[in-house]
């Protein structure tokens, strides 16, 4: 009886020394290294919105007020949940990165978005219209309403208001 009760002590010692020096490897195996900016590279602010951008981001704030809280530059994974096994997931998240949209409409209450407001240009390019399929599919996949707005037509609160599905307030 005394030694199945040392060999059990032994045991969990021999555990607990093997937990340890596993947990103590993995805290000092991965070192991070700091970042710091290479000599030569400089970094300035850039504006997150063109001219033409914001004057649509101002009138889609003043014509959804009352109904949505909208967003500009929207990173697509941000704001859909992937759910699949194995490979499938990444292989989306793998095709969504890096792609933004132009503004979400965002339900207060739900916290949800509800429209994805993209502005399309005349004459894309073969990379925007790529891009713009992968966006079309997971906003597609997600239920999510797309309205494309024209980059360069003039719209005016009833305009957008048509085209959100809302009616213009009086």
Known sequence: MMDMVLAGVAATVLLLMLWWSLAASRKTGVQLSSFVLQPGVTITSAPLLTEG???????????????????AQVPLWSFVSVEAMGKARSQVLSHMALKRVDFVLVHPGS????????????????????????????????????????????????????????????
Do not use: C, W
């Open 111 to 170: 916290r949800q978005v509800e429209q994805v407001v993209q502005i399309e240009d005349a004459s894309p390019q073969p990379h925007q219209a790529e891009r713009q399929r992968v966006i079309e599919s997971v906003l597609d996949a997600a239920g999510i309403k797309l309205v494309k707005v024209r980059s360069k037509k003039s719209y005016t609160i009833p305009d957008l208001a048509a085209l959100l599905g809302l009616e213009a307030e009086e």
């Open 53 to 71: 951008e914001v004057f649509l981001y101002n009138l889609m704030r003043m014509t959804v007020q009352d109904h949505y809280l909208v967003f």
